[in-house]
């Protein structure tokens, strides 16, 4: 949202009102589904916090999970977003009027993906005291980020603040990162993630440039196939377990 927000105040600086509001359209599009990483976040902080201190194994296991709900999320709202761009601004916005916003759209469904997968990371550096590092991160990816901006704005208009706040989004996460290096490699250097990508970058693929599904049939079966494999293969049973209970995120809390 931060980096959102420069884009926005850089935008009406340098190219004007409509520009801001061909960004600000697509932001409203893609505000509810950036803010499910938040909503979790404030539900496991408090717990988190106390298990790094008296439990680490279990507060791990449990940002792990946070970080495969995450990941699974990510990958049918980003080739939704992503493929189906145009049929959303047009239904929404009407495309004669704001044909500018869907490639706009498009890097932020990729900004989505990067935001929701990596995530956990971020919230293992707010509940082990590190926070100074996010801050630290944050301060220094603005600075480039107005920097970039100045350039990227001013070459390739509503696509190029886009661009930037993709590549912003991508070096915070990747600091955010290289302070769980282990981790990654454990929780994403695996068959199962591995295929799982793999299956989304070939079906976001296939749906753009080969075959055209109307929007209306795409979406539901994309949203029903990631539920099924996530359900019957990217989850043990042990996870579908606590997923499923009601009373998942209360008995955390109680922790």
Do not use: C, H
């Given at each position: ?70 990941f699974i999320a990510s990958l049918p709202i980003t080739i939704v977003l992503f493929v189906y761009s145009e049929d959303i601004i047009n239904l929404i916005y009407g ?115 080969v075959v055209f599904i109307k929007f209306y049939i795409g979406i539901p079966i994309i949203l029903l196939f990631f539920s099924a494999i996530g359900f019957y293969f990217y989850f043990n049973q042990e996870e579908r377990k ?14």
């Amino acid at each position: 949202n931060l980096f959102f927000q420069i884009d926005t105040i850089l935008l009406s600086l340098w190219m004007g009102n409509l520009y801001v509001g061909l960004y600000q359209a697509v932001f409203k599009l893609i505000i509810l589904p950036l803010m499910i990483p938040d909503i979790l976040n404030l539900a496991l902080l408090p717990a988190l916090s106390r298990l790094f201190v008296s439990e680490k194994q279990k507060a791990l296991k449990i940002l792990y999970l946070l970080n495969k709900i995450l990941f699974i999320a990510s990958l049918p709202i980003t080739i939704v977003l992503f493929v189906y761009s145009e049929d959303i601004i047009n239904l929404i916005y009407g495309y004669n009027q704001y044909s500018a916003s869907v490639p706009v759209l498009r890097m932020f469904a990729l900004n989505i993906f990067f935001r929701f997968s990596f995530e956990a990371f971020a919230l293992i550096l707010t509940t082990t005291n590190k926070q100074i590092i996010r801050m630290y991160t944050v301060i220094v990816v603005t600075v480039f980020n107005i920097i970039l901006n100045y350039f990227f704005i001013r070459k390739y208009g509503l696509t190029g603040a886009a661009i930037v706040s993709l590549i912003s989004i991508i070096l915070v996460y990747g600091v955010y990162s290289f302070y769980s290096s282990v981790l990654i490699k454990k929780w994403y250097f695996n068959m199962s993630t591995f295929l799982l990508t793999l299956v989304a970058i070939l079906i976001g693929y296939v749906l753009d440039s080969v075959v055209f599904i109307k929007f209306y049939i795409g979406i539901p079966i994309i949203l029903l196939f990631f539920s099924a494999i996530g359900f019957y293969f990217y989850f043990n049973q042990e996870e579908r377990k606590m997923l499923f209970n009601l009373n998942f995120l209360n008995n955390i809390k109680k922790t």
